[in-house]
């Protein structure tokens, strides 16, 4: 390994691959570390992969710009890549009670800058989705599917063509703030080595605010302990109810058990909101009956038996039960005072939809252009 690195980027997991790819198409010296023996092992790959449009989240906020711009980011790198996706849109569905709340999330939409929503009827969803039971829907036919693990390899190999590296099974210890950047200390296979960057991207995802805590020279009184929420799921066996992504209406704990299918139509519904103290994936049949009433409000008809657990994802949160959902935080130097220095906070969703936007803004932040070098 190199003693000097112009960047290095902690972390590769679909944000921390972007950041990379971007700095290395650009002409940077790069590195991504990674603890796991290999990318994506973490939160991008324990999603529903769903491309979202940007519909819910505070106009104005981190989440709802980075959402649009990175959709068409994403489909048009798919595009151009030839990466397995699905532009197979969206129902989010109202019950009776719901219409008022379903017109509100329509509005937000349209501040948001998302336009191309339809309002649809009772029978106009029947005749989209038999199966579903609602009393009104919006369809959002930008909405779609993404083969993460085709994306993430194809983020690794134009890091790799751009003589950038993904180092994996290599941990980041510490790293303390130097005239000229950082010395960072690594840990491979049981040994530490030193390494000095001029840019440090904190990308750690669950662990970023822990990460942060171990960097000497970051504001001490910024440091903070991060929440944790899982979400589990779900398969569904024995039939392929839908041919869109079925969404009920969210709530506030997130955006509600829903319905999102593979690349070949399988369906599965998840993920709900479990607060957990540890890092911990496992999904327990227990919780199939919670499942089963929260999916039957708009498909009544899901036959009993086909619920099987399936996997979980964590999400990173900067807030915990209880409070207003936080923004994700974006910090460089003008917010913490350290050259150099970017750490990516709280990306939960829509992270994976918005990491080439995210990927942009972290470049942009470290001052690098199309045409700077
Ligand atoms: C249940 C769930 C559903 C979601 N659904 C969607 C969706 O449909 N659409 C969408 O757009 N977004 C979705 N998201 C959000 C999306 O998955 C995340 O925003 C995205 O994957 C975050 O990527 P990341 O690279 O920041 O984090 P991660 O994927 O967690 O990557 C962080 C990496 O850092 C590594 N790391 C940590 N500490 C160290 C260290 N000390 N040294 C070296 N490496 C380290 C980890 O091993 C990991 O690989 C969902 C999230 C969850 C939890």
Redesign the pocket.
């Known amino acids: 390994m190199s003693e000097h690195v112009d960047a290095l980027v902690?972390?590769?997991?679909?944000?921390?691959?972007a950041v990379a790819s971007v700095l290395a198409r650009r002409g940077r010296e790069v590195f991504v570390?990674?603890?796991?023996s290999a990318?994506?092992?973490?939160?991008?790959?324990?999603?529903?992969?769903?491309?979202?449009s940007g519909i819910y989240y505070p106009t104005d906020s981190a989440k709802a710009r980075l959402?649009i711009a990175g959709k068409d980011q994403l489909y048009r790198y798919c595009n151009e890549r030839g990466i397995k996706h699905k532009r197979c849109g969206k129902l989010i569905v109202a019950q009776e009670m719901q219409l008022e709340q379903l017109q509100q999330l329509h509005k937000k939409a349209s501040a948001n800058g998302v336009n191309d929503l339809e309002l649809l009827s009772r029978d106009e969803v029947t005749q989209r989705e038999p199966a579903v039971r609602c009393a009104a829907a919006l369809f959002s036919p930008s909405t779609g599917i993404i083969d993460i693990h085709d994306y993430m390899n194809c983020l690794e190999a134009d890091i790799q063509a751009h003589h950038g590296l993904l180092i994996t099974n290599?941990?980041?210890?510490s790293a303390t703030v130097t005239d000229n950047g950082f010395n960072v200390v690594l840990n491979t296979d049981n040994d530490n080595t030193d390494l000095s960057c001029r840019q440090l991207v904190n990308?750690?995802?669950?662990?970023a605010l822990e990460?942060l805590k171990k960097i000497h020279g970051y504001p001490v009184m910024r440091n903070r302990d991060a929440f944790f929420a899982k979400?589990n799921y779900f398969s569904c066996q024995g039939t392929k109810p839908f041919k869109h992504l079925v969404y009920p209406m969210p709530n506030e704990a997130g955006l509600g058990v829903h319905a999102?299918l593979d690349m070949d139509g399988t369906t599965r519904f998840?993920?709900d909101v479990e607060w957990v103290k540890q890092i911990d994936y496992s999904v327990t049949e227990a919780r199939a009956e919670q499942f089963y009433s929260a999916i039957r409000e708009y498909w009544p008809s899901l036959p009993d038996g086909s619920l099987h657990a399936a996997y979980?994802?964590?999400?990173?949160k900067l807030v915990g039960p209880g409070q207003p959902a936080a923004d994700f935080e974006i910090e460089g130097t003008e917010v913490h005072g350290v050259p150099g220095l970017i750490n990516?906070l709280g990306?939960?969703?829509?992270?994976?939809?918005?990491?080439l936007a995210i990927a942009e803004l972290v470049s942009k932040l470290l001052c690098v252009t199309p045409n700077s070098h």
């Open positions: 902690i972390g590769a997991g679909v944000v921390g691959l570390i990674e603890r796991h990318s994506g092992q973490e939160t991008s790959s324990r999603n529903s992969g769903v491309i979202h959402c290599t941990r980041f210890v990308c750690a995802g669950l662990n990460t979400g999102t998840g993920p979980s994802g964590i999400r990173p990516l990306i939960e969703s829509p992270g994976l939809t918005a990491s």
